[in-house]
T-cell receptor
């Protein structure tokens, strides 16, 4: 079975531009998470969905960030306008409800550089 | 608030044993997880402890003491491929099932 798929793997853009990151979770998984990883702040949870519904977006840094999950197999994280401080690796992860361990399956990440 | 503390770096030689400690403070607690991340890679799940005691999975073991708000990951018979960052993560009662808070990570460096 394919794992969590993210695109693009690398994105370099200029300040002020819109950035859209994409994620396809593992088929059948009913939770989807967006994390951001930086050296300074580590792994931060931005938002997560359960059955396509946003449950907690308290980690979204500001209104420039938005996330959607129009269906069970696709999610986007959008930054508009982007700023240099948004440079980070953005991970998408999914999991299956009811699994005792709560194991998260991460994608390979999207490395964003904002110049 | 919630916090997790783990050492920033540990260095050891091949074949040695390394213990990575994690102390946590949460408003509630369901379980402690450990994840491994190689440079440039994705975090991958290693273990989960909900109850006190030791869980063993091959060369890796994880321990939890709920009364001490403390856990550790034990890496035995270290191999070069074990060089990676290791994160502890807690699931607390203020969060639903899937929301994990991660520690800052411990960089394990294995030398020949």
């Amino acid at each position: 079975d394919a794992g969590v798929i993210q695109s693009p793997r690398h994105e370099v853009t200029e300040m002020g531009q819109e950035v859209t990151l994409r994620c396809k979770p593992i088929s059948g998984h009913d939770y989807l998470f967006w994390y951001r990883q930086t050296m300074m702040r580590g792994l931060e949870l931005l938002i997560y969905f359960n059955n396509n519904v946003p449950i907690d977006d308290s980690g979204m840094p500001e209104d420039r960030f938005s996330a959607k999950m129009p269906n069970a197999s696709f999610s986007t994280l959008k930054i508009q306008p982007s700023e240099p401080r948004d440079s980070a690796v953005y991970f998408c992860a999914s999991r299956l409800a009811g699994v005792v361990t709560g194991e998260l399956f991460f994608g390979e990440g999207s490395r964003l550089t904002v110049l | 608030g919630q916090s997790l503390e783990q050492p920033s770096e540990v260095t050891a030689v091949e074949g040695a044993i390394v213990q990575i400690n994690c102390t946590y403070q949460t408003s509630g607690f369901y379980g402690l997880s450990w994840y491994q991340q190689h440079d440039g890679g994705a975090p991958t799940f290693l273990s989960y402890n909900a109850l006190d005691g030791l869980e063993e999975t091959g060369r890796f073991s994880s321990f939890l003491s709920r009364s001490d708000s403390y856990g550790y990951l034990l890496l035995q018979e270290l191999q070069m491929k074990d060089s990676a960052s290791y994160f502890c993560a807690v699931r607390s009662s203020t969060d639903s099932w899937g929301k994990l808070q991660f520690g800052a990570g411990t960089q394990v460096v294995v030398t020949p």
